[in-house]
């Protein structure tokens, strides 16, 4: 299983991280993949660098609209459309993503009510 976040240090997405760092079974590590807007990145230009490994450290200014990448994801992804400060911006690219990862086989969202008043998800790609 593959576990996808924002990749953000903040929110749900710290409380992920953190979560997979006590992780009690290290022979079987979760990938824990961020995706996130390139333009929210804090220093984001340190790790503009072609061919290279970089070490990430915590940015420790807080500019508004950019927040620091979250240590324990073990991946990133980055979409860059140009605009800085933008939260968001990553949305669309990463439903596309979650949906071909699955085979573009989601639970639809639509529910059926049975005679003794239970509901059943529908699913289908019909």
């Not at 790790?47 to 240590?71: C, F, I, M, Q, W």
């Not at 071909?100 to 639809?108: C, D, L, P, Y």
Request: net charge positive; proline share 5%; charged share 20%.
């Amino acid at each position: 299983a593959w576990i996808v976040t924002g990749g953000m240090n903040t929110g749900i997405m710290k409380l992920v991280g953190e979560i997979i760092q006590i992780n009690p079974d290290r022979s079987r590590p979760i990938p824990l993949i961020g995706i996130a807007t390139w333009g929210c990145v804090s220093g984001r230009k340190h790790l503009d660098v072609h061919g290279a490994s970089v070490y990430y450290a915590k940015p420790r200014s807080n500019t508004r609209g950019e927040a620091p990448l979250e240590p324990n994801h073990t991946k990133f992804i980055f979409i860059d459309d140009g605009t800085e400060r933008t939260y968001g911006r990553e949305i669309a690219f990463r439903a596309q993503l979650e949906q071909a990862i699955s085979g573009g086989f989601f639970f639809s969202s639509k529910t059926m009510t049975s005679s003794s008043n239970q509901s059943e998800s529908i699913s289908g790609t019909s």
